[in-house]
Protein backbone atom coordinates (compact mmCIF):
# COMPACT_ATOMS: atom_id res chain seq x y z
CA UNK A 1 0.00 0.00 0.00
CA UNK A 2 1.55 3.34 -0.60
CA UNK A 3 1.95 5.61 1.99
CA UNK A 4 0.18 9.03 2.30
CA UNK A 5 1.85 11.64 0.18
CA UNK A 6 1.30 14.42 3.15
CA UNK A 7 2.88 11.55 5.54
CA UNK A 8 5.96 10.48 3.83
CA UNK A 9 6.67 14.25 2.63
CA UNK A 10 7.20 14.86 5.91
CA UNK A 11 8.58 12.18 7.49
CA UNK A 12 11.53 12.62 4.46
CA UNK A 13 11.67 16.41 5.35
CA UNK A 14 12.15 15.60 9.10
CA UNK A 15 14.96 13.35 8.11
CA UNK A 16 16.81 15.70 5.82
CA UNK A 17 16.73 18.04 8.35
CA UNK A 18 18.43 16.41 11.13
CA UNK A 19 21.21 16.04 9.03
CA UNK A 20 21.37 19.04 7.69
CA UNK A 21 20.20 21.73 10.48
CA UNK A 22 22.39 23.91 13.02
CA UNK A 23 22.60 23.39 16.54
CA UNK A 24 20.08 26.15 17.05
CA UNK A 25 17.43 27.44 15.35
CA UNK A 26 18.42 30.40 12.43
CA UNK A 27 16.04 33.17 14.12
CA UNK A 28 14.91 34.81 17.16
CA UNK A 29 11.57 33.82 18.05
CA UNK A 30 9.28 32.93 21.24
CA UNK A 31 9.49 29.30 22.03
CA UNK A 32 7.41 27.30 24.63
CA UNK A 33 9.32 24.71 26.16
CA UNK A 34 7.88 21.16 27.93
CA UNK A 35 9.86 18.18 29.54
CA UNK A 36 8.55 14.97 28.07
CA UNK A 37 6.40 12.69 30.17
CA UNK A 38 9.44 10.77 30.89
CA UNK A 39 12.08 13.98 31.55
CA UNK A 40 14.55 11.95 29.43
CA UNK A 41 14.07 14.68 26.83
CA UNK A 42 12.47 18.24 25.85
CA UNK A 43 10.76 19.68 23.08
CA UNK A 44 10.24 23.50 21.97
CA UNK A 45 7.93 24.87 20.23
CA UNK A 46 9.24 27.94 17.91
CA UNK A 47 6.99 30.68 16.71
CA UNK A 48 7.78 33.12 13.43
CA UNK A 49 5.59 35.94 12.22
CA UNK A 50 7.72 35.76 8.68
CA UNK A 51 5.11 36.07 5.88
CA UNK A 52 2.54 34.77 8.00
CA UNK A 53 2.57 33.28 11.40
CA UNK A 54 4.61 29.95 11.64
CA UNK A 55 6.44 27.11 13.59
CA UNK A 56 8.96 24.44 14.04
CA UNK A 57 8.85 21.89 16.46
CA UNK A 58 12.70 21.37 18.08
CA UNK A 59 13.73 18.42 20.41
CA UNK A 60 16.80 19.08 23.19
CA UNK A 61 18.53 15.95 25.40
CA UNK A 62 17.69 16.24 29.26
CA UNK A 63 20.62 18.62 29.67
CA UNK A 64 19.10 20.94 27.47
CA UNK A 65 21.18 20.53 24.31
CA UNK A 66 19.12 21.25 21.14
CA UNK A 67 19.39 18.30 18.76
CA UNK A 68 17.19 18.51 15.72
CA UNK A 69 14.36 19.90 14.58
CA UNK A 70 11.74 17.17 14.40
CA UNK A 71 9.26 19.63 11.94
CA UNK A 72 8.86 22.72 10.58
CA UNK A 73 8.21 25.12 9.53
CA UNK A 74 4.54 24.78 9.27
CA UNK A 75 1.84 27.01 8.99
CA UNK A 76 0.11 28.47 12.78
CA UNK A 77 1.15 29.51 15.96
CA UNK A 78 1.56 26.97 18.48
CA UNK A 79 -0.75 27.71 22.04
CA UNK A 80 -0.32 24.35 23.67
CA UNK A 81 2.34 21.64 23.18
CA UNK A 82 2.73 18.17 25.25
CA UNK A 83 5.66 15.54 24.30
CA UNK A 84 4.32 11.91 25.67
CA UNK A 85 7.30 10.27 24.32
CA UNK A 86 6.15 6.92 26.03
CA UNK A 87 2.87 6.98 24.22
CA UNK A 88 4.86 7.80 20.92
CA UNK A 89 3.59 11.54 20.30
CA UNK A 90 3.77 15.08 20.28
CA UNK A 91 0.28 16.82 20.59
CA UNK A 92 0.41 20.44 19.43
CA UNK A 93 -3.01 22.66 19.36
CA UNK A 94 -2.61 26.59 17.97
CA UNK A 95 -4.41 29.35 15.38
CA UNK A 96 -3.55 29.06 11.91
CA UNK A 97 -4.70 31.67 9.25
CA UNK A 98 -7.39 30.54 7.22
CA UNK A 99 -9.30 32.95 4.84
CA UNK A 100 -8.56 35.76 6.11
CA UNK A 101 -10.12 34.40 9.74
CA UNK A 102 -7.88 32.36 12.71
CA UNK A 103 -8.99 29.17 13.04
CA UNK A 104 -7.73 26.38 15.54
CA UNK A 105 -5.57 23.39 14.79
CA UNK A 106 -4.63 19.82 16.68
CA UNK A 107 -2.36 17.61 15.56
CA UNK A 108 -0.33 14.48 16.57
CA UNK A 109 3.16 14.48 15.83
CA UNK A 110 4.34 11.17 16.06
CA UNK A 111 8.32 10.86 16.63
CA UNK A 112 9.66 10.46 13.35
CA UNK A 113 8.52 13.44 12.68
CA UNK A 114 5.01 12.43 10.34
CA UNK A 115 1.96 14.46 11.65
CA UNK A 116 -1.49 13.65 11.53
CA UNK A 117 -4.30 16.36 11.75
CA UNK A 118 -6.60 15.76 14.46
CA UNK A 119 -9.08 19.05 14.21
CA UNK A 120 -9.11 21.68 11.91
CA UNK A 121 -11.77 24.13 13.75
CA UNK A 122 -11.58 24.32 17.72
CA UNK A 123 -13.64 26.74 17.94
CA UNK A 124 -15.18 27.27 21.37
CA UNK A 125 -12.09 24.90 22.88
CA UNK A 126 -10.46 26.06 25.91
CA UNK A 127 -7.76 23.39 26.18
CA UNK A 128 -6.60 19.98 24.52
CA UNK A 129 -4.44 17.78 27.59
CA UNK A 130 -2.92 14.89 27.32
CA UNK A 131 -4.10 11.68 30.39
CA UNK A 132 -0.67 10.93 31.78
CA UNK A 133 -0.04 7.89 29.84
CA UNK A 134 -1.00 9.46 26.54
CA UNK A 135 -4.04 6.57 26.37
CA UNK A 136 -6.39 9.80 25.78
CA UNK A 137 -6.72 13.45 25.72
CA UNK A 138 -9.13 15.40 27.55
CA UNK A 139 -11.08 18.75 25.29
CA UNK A 140 -12.62 21.14 27.35
CA UNK A 141 -15.03 23.37 25.65
CA UNK A 142 -17.30 26.53 26.26
CA UNK A 143 -20.25 26.54 26.87
CA UNK A 144 -21.88 29.43 28.72
CA UNK A 145 -19.47 31.16 30.76
CA UNK A 146 -20.00 34.43 29.75
CA UNK A 147 -21.70 36.20 32.96
CA UNK A 148 -19.04 34.51 35.19
CA UNK A 149 -16.42 36.12 32.79
CA UNK A 150 -17.88 39.39 32.65
CA UNK A 151 -19.34 40.06 36.14
CA UNK A 152 -17.41 37.48 38.25
CA UNK A 153 -20.44 35.64 39.10
CA UNK A 154 -22.99 33.28 37.26
CA UNK A 155 -23.31 30.00 35.93
CA UNK A 156 -21.21 28.19 33.81
CA UNK A 157 -21.12 25.39 31.63
CA UNK A 158 -18.66 23.11 30.35
CA UNK A 159 -18.10 20.49 27.52
CA UNK A 160 -15.70 17.66 28.39
CA UNK A 161 -15.12 14.56 26.63
CA UNK A 162 -12.14 12.19 26.42
CA UNK A 163 -10.31 11.17 23.01
CA UNK A 164 -8.57 8.62 21.04
CA UNK A 165 -4.98 10.45 20.93
CA UNK A 166 -4.66 8.47 17.73
CA UNK A 167 -7.94 9.47 15.54
CA UNK A 168 -8.97 12.33 17.35
CA UNK A 169 -12.64 10.54 18.02
CA UNK A 170 -14.30 10.48 21.30
CA UNK A 171 -14.64 7.75 23.54
CA UNK A 172 -18.41 8.68 24.17
CA UNK A 173 -20.61 11.92 24.16
CA UNK A 174 -19.51 15.03 25.80
CA UNK A 175 -20.61 15.47 29.66
CA UNK A 176 -22.22 18.88 30.45
CA UNK A 177 -20.76 19.76 33.62
CA UNK A 178 -22.59 22.40 35.55
CA UNK A 179 -21.17 25.10 38.19
CA UNK A 180 -23.46 27.74 39.21
CA UNK A 181 -23.01 30.52 41.67
CA UNK A 182 -23.47 29.12 45.47
CA UNK A 183 -25.27 32.14 48.52
CA UNK A 184 -21.59 33.81 50.20
CA UNK A 185 -19.12 31.50 48.09
CA UNK A 186 -16.50 33.51 45.84
CA UNK A 187 -16.50 32.24 42.53
CA UNK A 188 -14.02 31.71 40.19
CA UNK A 189 -13.50 30.08 36.62
CA UNK A 190 -13.36 26.19 36.60
CA UNK A 191 -10.22 24.66 36.13
CA UNK A 192 -9.01 21.41 35.32
CA UNK A 193 -5.83 18.95 35.72
CA UNK A 194 -5.49 14.99 35.67
CA UNK A 195 -5.18 13.09 38.20
CA UNK A 196 -2.49 10.09 38.24
CA UNK A 197 -5.16 7.50 38.44
CA UNK A 198 -5.99 9.13 35.23
CA UNK A 199 -8.65 10.68 36.25
CA UNK A 200 -9.55 13.82 34.93
CA UNK A 201 -10.71 16.47 37.72
CA UNK A 202 -12.68 19.74 36.67
CA UNK A 203 -13.38 22.11 39.79
CA UNK A 204 -14.11 24.80 40.56
CA UNK A 205 -12.89 24.71 44.51
CA UNK A 206 -16.38 24.37 45.52
CA UNK A 207 -18.12 21.66 43.26
CA UNK A 208 -15.51 18.93 41.73
CA UNK A 209 -16.30 16.56 38.83
CA UNK A 210 -13.98 13.26 38.54
CA UNK A 211 -14.22 11.64 34.73
CA UNK A 212 -12.81 8.27 34.51
CA UNK A 213 -10.41 7.12 31.59
CA UNK A 214 -13.84 5.94 29.78
CA UNK A 215 -15.51 9.53 29.78
CA UNK A 216 -17.74 8.54 32.64
CA UNK A 217 -18.27 10.51 35.69
CA UNK A 218 -16.98 8.92 38.92
CA UNK A 219 -19.43 7.99 40.98
CA UNK A 220 -17.50 8.87 44.22
CA UNK A 221 -17.34 12.50 45.70
CA UNK A 222 -14.03 14.00 44.40
CA UNK A 223 -11.68 16.35 46.19
CA UNK A 224 -10.51 19.63 44.91
CA UNK A 225 -6.52 19.06 43.99
CA UNK A 226 -4.15 21.40 45.69
CA UNK A 227 -3.49 23.21 42.13
CA UNK A 228 -4.13 22.45 38.51
CA UNK A 229 -0.59 23.44 37.10
CA UNK A 230 1.11 21.24 36.04
CA UNK A 231 -1.88 19.87 34.34
CA UNK A 232 -0.40 16.14 33.59
CA UNK A 233 3.15 14.28 33.40
CA UNK A 234 4.29 16.65 30.02
CA UNK A 235 4.52 20.40 31.27
CA UNK A 236 7.59 23.30 31.20
CA UNK A 237 8.32 21.86 34.50
CA UNK A 238 10.06 18.68 35.45
CA UNK A 239 9.04 15.82 38.09
CA UNK A 240 11.88 17.54 40.52
CA UNK A 241 10.98 20.79 39.89
CA UNK A 242 13.22 22.08 36.87
CA UNK A 243 11.64 24.47 34.81
CA UNK A 244 12.70 24.94 31.03
CA UNK A 245 12.26 28.32 29.28
CA UNK A 246 14.27 29.74 26.10
CA UNK A 247 16.03 32.37 26.62
CA UNK A 248 15.19 34.19 23.28
CA UNK A 249 18.31 36.95 23.42
CA UNK A 250 20.59 34.60 24.00
CA UNK A 251 19.23 32.09 21.62
CA UNK A 252 19.65 28.98 24.07
CA UNK A 253 17.23 26.48 26.30
CA UNK A 254 17.59 27.29 30.07
CA UNK A 255 17.20 25.04 32.92
CA UNK A 256 16.13 26.78 36.34
CA UNK A 257 17.08 24.40 39.72
CA UNK A 258 15.10 22.50 40.96
CA UNK A 259 12.37 24.64 43.38
CA UNK A 260 8.50 23.15 44.15
CA UNK A 261 8.20 19.46 42.84
CA UNK A 262 6.22 18.88 39.34
CA UNK A 263 3.87 16.46 38.56
CA UNK A 264 2.24 14.96 40.17
CA UNK A 265 3.39 15.93 43.69
CA UNK A 266 3.30 19.60 43.32
CA UNK A 267 -0.80 19.12 43.38
CA UNK A 268 -1.39 15.98 44.70
CA UNK A 269 1.13 15.69 47.51
CA UNK A 270 -0.76 13.07 49.38
Given at each position: MRAPIGAGLLA???TLGCADDPA???ADADA??????????????FDWARGGLSHE??????????DRRLVGPRPGSIRELYFMRSAGYLLVSGTIMVDGRDDGFVDRIDLDGSATRLFDDTGGTVSFVPSPDGSAIARVRLDDCDELRSEGRGRCVLDVDLLDPATGEPVRAPLHLLFGPMEGVEQVFPDW??????????????????????GELA?????????????????DISREGRTALWDRFDERLVLTPPEAPGYPDRCFAD
Open positions: ALGTPDVAVWADDDERIALGIWLADGEGHLVFHPSGQLLVSDGNLTYAIGPDGEPAVAPDCFRPRTTSS
